[in-house]
Structure formats: structure tokens, C-alpha cells
Nanobody, 124 residues
Framework: QEQLEQSGGGVVQVGASLKLTCTSS????????MAWFRRSPGKDREVVAG????????YYADSTKGRFAVSREIGENKVYLQMNTLRPEDTAVYYC?????????????????WGQGTQVTVSS
């Protein structure tokens, strides 16, 4: 019953790449800024990356900058997170989120719609 559907997680070794996909269940989400968050056991959700409604503007957490890339395909109501050079500390459940407002929001409480989450495990 999630508003956003995710795919693309898995178990990989250090240095590998994964691509996550988030598909919206209704077309209006294509007009919303979207973001990727992740959560490790015992920790709060932390922002990974965000992207504006038109896909022009984006931001990244310091820990992912230069390794991860967020993009979107509005016509298909899809948002992607390309993850490269994965590290053990990237291990987490990853969530996509959507909501009206600034693309620069980094607080998960500011997002209204969420995917179900997908596990990414990076072996060390």
C-alpha cells in the first residue's frame, strides 16, 4: 500500500555499484521534489540525496557526495539513486520520499510519501 515502490537493493562487496529505483503510484508525484534517505539499526533516518521537481537541482550528504548520483525521469514517474564505490558504512535500508516544498529539505518529517524501503548490504 506504499505510495512509492522501490527496487534495486541487494548484497554487494566493497567497491561495487548498485542502482535503486523509486516509482510513484500516481503521476502528480512527478511534480514533487524527492529525496533518498537511509536508516541503519539503532539510528535515525539520514538524508542521502535530494532532487528538485524538474531534476535540475540536487544535493548530497557529505558521506555520499562524489559517489552517489540522484536523477529522475518525470515522464515515467521514476527517481533513481546510482550508488558507486560502496562502503560497509553504506549498509542500511534505503527509502525514497516525496513531498511538496523545497528540494533542499533534509528532515524526513518534512516528506509525506514514502517507499517501503530496500536493504543495501555492503560486505567488508
Amino acid at each position: 500500500q506504499e505510495q512509492l515502490e522501490q527496487s534495486g537493493g541487494g548484497v554487494v562487496q566493497v567497491g561495487a555499484s548498485l542502482k535503486l529505483t523509486c516509482t510513484s503510484s500516481r503521476r502528480t508525484y512527478s511534480w514533487y521534489p524527492m529525496a533518498w534517505f537511509r536508516r541503519s539499526p539503532g539510528k535515525d533516518r539520514e538524508v542521502v540525496a535530494g532532487i528538485s521537481a524538474n531534476g535540475v537541482d540536487s544535493y548530497y550528504a557529505d558521506s555520499t557526495k562524489g559517489r552517489f548520483a540522484v536523477s529522475r525521469e518525470i515522464g515515467e514517474n521514476k527517481v533513481y539513486l546510482q550508488m558507486n564505490t560502496l562502503r560497509p558504512e553504506d549498509t542500511a535500508v534505503y527509502y525514497c520520499a516525496a513531498g511538496q516544498g523545497s528540494y533542499y529539505r533534509q528532515d524526513p518529517r518534512m516528506y509525506d510519501f514514502w517507499g517501503q524501503g530496500t536493504q543495501v548490504t555492503v560486505s567488508s
